[in-house]
């Protein structure tokens, strides 16, 4: 987080993360057009569409004295690109983790949730973090659940995490995760998100 005393303005980066093809970019690209903004987001991507760098765009809430500008990410989770992901995350003040809801991906999704572990040690802890269960329209087989999830990470010991449901490609949840991670971030701040900011 900087705070630019001069022009009042706090800076806030959120990355959205998770394993490959779980869905990061569709929730960013959805967070931006539900805001009218989509030319403002750029993404560094390959011809079929995965992120080669990161998708990337800006978002400024100007409020009576201070405006907040969030720098939005993704990560790639292409592991050919995996060395830039530690770049992406440099300087995070939170992250929502975009998993594959198919009871399948379960390995995966603990890998990138692994990967988190490695980077920040122990400082994960204090990292607002919102787990997006994504692709929660899909019919075929079992979904994860966060009771499930839960069993896999040490839940107990972090400060701000939680869970959402989330259809990505409807945009259902989006909003929701969006701002659930400025609830953590700024506890005493509302919110409403409106296409008009
Ligand atoms: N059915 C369904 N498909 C989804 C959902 N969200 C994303 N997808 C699809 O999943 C595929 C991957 O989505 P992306 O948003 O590109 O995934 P990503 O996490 O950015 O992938 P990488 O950048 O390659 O790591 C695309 O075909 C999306 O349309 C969802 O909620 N439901
Ligand atoms: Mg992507």
Avoid at 1 to 16: R, S
Avoid at 50 to 62: A, H, N
Avoid at 138 to 146: T, V
Avoid at 172 to 177: C, E, F, N, P, T
């Amino acid at each position: 987080m900087i705070f630019d005393y001069e022009d009042k303005i706090i800076q806030i980066k959120i990355v959205y993360y998770g394993p490959a093809m779980s869905g990061k970019t569709t929730s960013l690209k959805y967070l931006f057009s539900y805001l009218g903004k989509e030319e403002k987001l750029e993404s560094i991507e390959s011809t079929v569409g995965r992120t080669l760098f990161f998708d990337f765009g800006v978002l400024q809430i100007k409020g009576a004295e201070w405006s907040l500008k969030f720098l939005l990410y993704t990560a790639t989770g292409q592991d050919f690109y995996a060395g830039t992901r530690p770049a992406t995350l440099n300087g995070v003040d939170g992250i929502i983790f975009v998993a594959d809801a198919q009871t399948e991906y379960l390995e995966q999704n603990l890998r990138s949730w692994g990967e988190l572990k490695v980077l920040f040690g122990i400082d994960i802890y204090n990292l607002p973090i919102i787990i997006s269960l994504n692709k929660y329209d899909l019919e075929n087989g079992k979904k994860l659940k966060k009771e499930e999830f839960i069993q896999y990470i040490d839940f107990e010991k972090f400060k701000y995490l939680s869970f959402n449901k989330t259809i990505a490609l409807k945009g259902k949840g989006v909003l929701d995760s969006f701002q659930q991670i400025i609830g953590f971030i700024f506890p005493q701040l509302t919110i409403t998100l409106n296409p008009e900011i």
